[in-house]
């Protein structure tokens, strides 16, 4: 499985950039790298996903180290809103599937 | 354009009984995935159906079933109702199997088994 490691809670203030971690080192070279994230028990929320290169949307930036076996999501101006689990997965080897971890708890302290 | 839609969003029923959930998926999406999500477990896939086949299936008892029609509407099944199927049921459509699909997520169905 494309495991993926990530801490189990954050903290960002509000109006700064929360740089979330993770670590996916048994990835394989073709596999994307996903981010989602669940507010209070609603369906996740797709956010932004990469293979190798940086990339940019409307809500976050993804950072992918050149070996990739860690990325960055960056929200740039975290708000009061963004308090959510993050979630960053690949997809389950031999599946079509995505494989879920336990993601981390951002908090946005006012 | 309308997002996956799940119906019901809350549901209660006794050990037992079986239950079936819908799933509306987005316009011109064909892939249909199913997920348990559970405070003990998480988020844990159950199936994907895609052109009305059931295309993948996670590591769940043959209690859970699915279906999808030929509008690409999916509805899952679970009979013989137990305690520890108390979970939030989350359906995520996609345009096609793709890795670069990416899959967008209903609100949920809420199931409690009393």
């Known amino acids: 499985d494309a495991k993926t490691t990530q801490p189990t809670s954050m903290d960002c203030a509000e109006g700064r950039a929360a740089n979330l971690p993770c670590n996916h080192s048994?990835?394989?070279?073709?596999?994307?790298v996903y981010w989602y994230r669940q507010i209070h028990s609603q369906g996740p929320q797709y956010i932004i996903h990469?293979?190798?290169n940086n990339e940019t949307n409307e809500m976050a930036s993804l950072i992918i180290t050149e070996d990739r076996k860690s990325s960055t999501l960056i929200l740039p101006h975290a708000t009061l809103r963004d308090t959510a689990v993050y979630y960053c997965?690949?997809?389950?080897?031999?599946?079509?599937?995505?494989?879920f971890g336990t993601g981390t708890r951002l908090t946005v302290i006012p | 354009k309308a997002g996956v839609t799940q119906t019901p969003r809350y549901l209660i029923k006794t050990r037992g009984q079986q239950v079936t959930l819908s799933c509306s998926p987005i316009?011109?999406?064909?892939?249909v995935s199913w997920y348990q999500q559970t405070p003990g477990q998480g988020l844990q896939f159950l199936f994907e159906?895609?052109?009305?086949?059931?295309?993948n299936k996670g590591n769940f008892p043959g209690r859970f079933s699915g279906r999808q029609f030929s509008n690409s509407r999916s509805e899952m099944n679970v009979s013989t109702l137990e305690l520890g199927d108390s979970a939030l049921y989350l359906c995520?459509?996609?345009?096609?199997?793709?890795?670069?699909?990416?899959?967008?997520f209903g609100p949920g169905t809420r199931l409690t088994v009393l």
């Open positions: 990469g293979l190798k």
């Open positions: 995520a459509s996609r345009l096609g199997q793709g890795r670069t699909d990416t899959q967008y």
């Open positions: 048994t990835i394989s070279g073709n596999e994307y």
């Open positions: 997965i690949g997809y389950q080897t031999g599946a079509n599937n995505l494989f």
């Open positions: 159906y895609f052109s009305e086949t059931q295309r």
């Open positions: 316009s011109g999406h064909r892939s």
